[in-house]
């Protein structure tokens, strides 16, 4: 068990830009999460997978947001044309069959400049 | 009214004392109830959930639930400083009432800090 593993930890981009973010969960759970936590506040739900069929995205995400989960494996997050408030840092989370007991990763911490 | 609540403090603690966390939330069909610490620059990580009314105890956790009043609470007893985190609060509704049964809402956190 080498625990959720998110890349990269750090992004830098300017306004407009388009990024990816990736998440490896751990190798046994088949269900997956994006949260968004900006300083000073909790975790916010953005989406969730299980195995490879996204079931909720959150109603606070623009369509600007897309996030997929192909083979049920790993998967990636996209913000296309990014704004100053999407600056965040971006949780992956994996659970086991037990939904609530989330295994976070380290995150990717975004700046948009 | 913001559907988890918690004092985002800085609650602050001598090394040894009871540290006492509390959240309050707003939806009577919340299920599952959960802390989780978060050290600065870190990923939030589970310490202790909760299922039913009453005390659940885990070496030096006690987390404490009580649907009746919509409340949850955290125990730290002999407080360290490697206890200074931030403590989230955080609830599920559950299958049976009609919500999503995978979705955390978090509270905003409480930072704890344990002097020496």
């Known amino acids: 068990d080498t625990g959720v593993s998110q890349n990269p930890r750090h992004k830098i981009t300017k306004r407009g830009q388009?990024?990816?973010?990736?998440?490896?969960?751990?190798?046994e759970h088949n269900r997956l999460y994006w949260y968004r936590q900006t300083l000073g506040q909790g975790p916010e739900f953005l989406t969730y997978f299980q195995n490879e069929a996204q079931l909720e995205k959150s109603r606070l995400l623009?369509?600007?947001?897309?996030?997929?989960?192909?083979?049920?494996s790993f998967s990636t997050l996209e913000i296309q044309r990014t704004e100053q408030g999407d600056s965040a840092m971006y949780l992956c989370a994996s659970s086991p069959k037990v939904p609530e007991k989330l295994f976070f990763g380290s995150g990717t911490q975004l700046s948009v400049l | 009214q913001k559907e988890v609540e918690q004092n985002s403090g800085p609650l602050s603690v001598p090394e040894g004392?009871?540290?006492?966390?509390?959240?309050?939330?707003?939806?009577?069909?919340?299920?599952?109830?959960?802390w989780y610490r978060q050290y600065s620059g870190k990923s939030p990580e589970l310490i202790m959930s909760i299922y039913s009314n009453g005390d659940k105890e885990d070496g030096r956790f006690t987390a404490q639930l009580n649907k009746a009043s919509q409340y949850v609470s955290l125990l730290i007893r002999d407080?360290?400083?490697?206890?200074?985190?931030?403590?989230?609060?955080?609830v599920n509704r559950g299958w049976d009432s009609g919500g999503s049964n995978y979705k955390l809402t978090f509270g905003k956190g409480t930072l704890l800090t344990v002097n020496p």
Request: proline share 6%; net charge neutral.
């Open chain 2, 79 to 90: 407080s360290q400083p490697s206890d200074s985190a931030t403590y989230l609060c955080a």
């Open chain 2, 17 to 34: 004392a009871i540290a006492s966390l509390n959240c309050t939330y707003s939806d009577r069909g919340s299920q599952s109830f959960f």
């Open chain 1, 62 to 72: 623009s369509d600007r947001f897309s996030a997929e989960r192909p083979k049920g």
């Open chain 1, 18 to 27: 388009n990024v990816t973010f990736r998440c490896d969960p751990i190798s």
